[in-house]
């Protein structure tokens, strides 16, 4: 059974800090990695996607992966209050199906 | 681009009625996939379509659940007879061909059976 496990929240940063969000998924062959943010009452909004290993940085946002590790991290430098959100991960399996498996969520609350 | 268009945006219904969503695609993309969300369960695929065909509907929860796709740009959800626990919010979402795309979603219809 394919999963996606994300580190149990909720994730308190203070202002301006690093938010560090990690994911592990369980299919060695996925392909295609994927951050979606949430924000209450809203549909999920895809912000940050991976195929390689190594780092993918847009803006404040920072992608990582480690195929061999199974492990995607997302890390969001200078968080600011508006970054308060739940953050989910979603992994595409490697087995040409374009299924996205997610993850539970991460709420980060960014404190002013 | 309007993006992935849901109706209604909100939908409260007794038990015991049929209940239909509607989603259109963005143009150009060529795979639909409905989930549902509770704060129980998180976010579950239902079922999902290419080129307008049902790949896998595994995660219907019941008969009472069923999925159309009548043409490239245009799918329902329909729960006849609806039930209480049906209650969550239901997105549908779409990408175009290949495998380094993600999905769009919509902005979701939240049911309420009472």
């Known amino acids: 059974q394919k999963e996606v496990e994300q580190n149990s929240g909720p994730l308190s940063v203070p202002e301006g800090a690093i938010a560090s969000l990690n994911c592990t998924y369980s299919?060695?062959?996925?392909?295609?990695f994927f951050w979606y943010r949430q924000y209450s009452g809203k549909s999920p909004e895809l912000i940050m996607s991976?195929?390689?290993?190594g780092d993918k940085e847009d803006g404040r946002f920072t992608a990582q992966l480690n195929k061999a590790s199974q492990y995607v991290s997302l890390l969001i430098r200078d968080s600011q209050p508006s970054d308060s959100a739940t953050y989910l991960c979603?992994?595409?399996?490697?087995?040409?199906?374009?299924?996205?498996?997610f993850g539970a969520g991460t709420t980060v609350t960014v404190r002013a | 681009d309007a993006g992935v268009i849901q109706s209604p945006r909100h939908e409260v219904t007794e038990m015991g009625q049929e209940v239909t969503l509607r989603c259109k695609l963005i143009?150009?993309?060529?795979?639909l996939f409905w989930y549902r969300q509770t704060m129980m369960r998180g976010l579950e695929l239902l079922i999902y379509?290419?080129?307008?065909?049902?790949?896998?509907d595994s995660g219907m929860p019941e008969d009472r659940f069923s999925a159309k796709m009548p043409n490239a740009s245009f799918s329902t959800l329909k729960i006849q007879p609806s039930e209480p626990r049906d209650s969550a919010v239901y997105f549908c979402?779409?990408?175009?061909?290949?495998?380094?795309?993600?999905?769009?979603f919509g902005s979701g219809t939240r049911l309420t059976v009472v």
């Open positions: 979402a779409s990408r175009p061909r290949g495998v380094y795309y993600g999905y769009t």
């Open positions: 299919d060695r062959g996925s392909q295609s």
């Open positions: 991976i195929y390689s290993n």
């Open positions: 979603a992994v595409m399996s490697g087995d040409n199906d374009y299924k996205l498996s």
């Open positions: 143009s150009g993309h060529n795979s």
């Open positions: 379509f290419n080129n307008n065909v049902p790949i896998d």
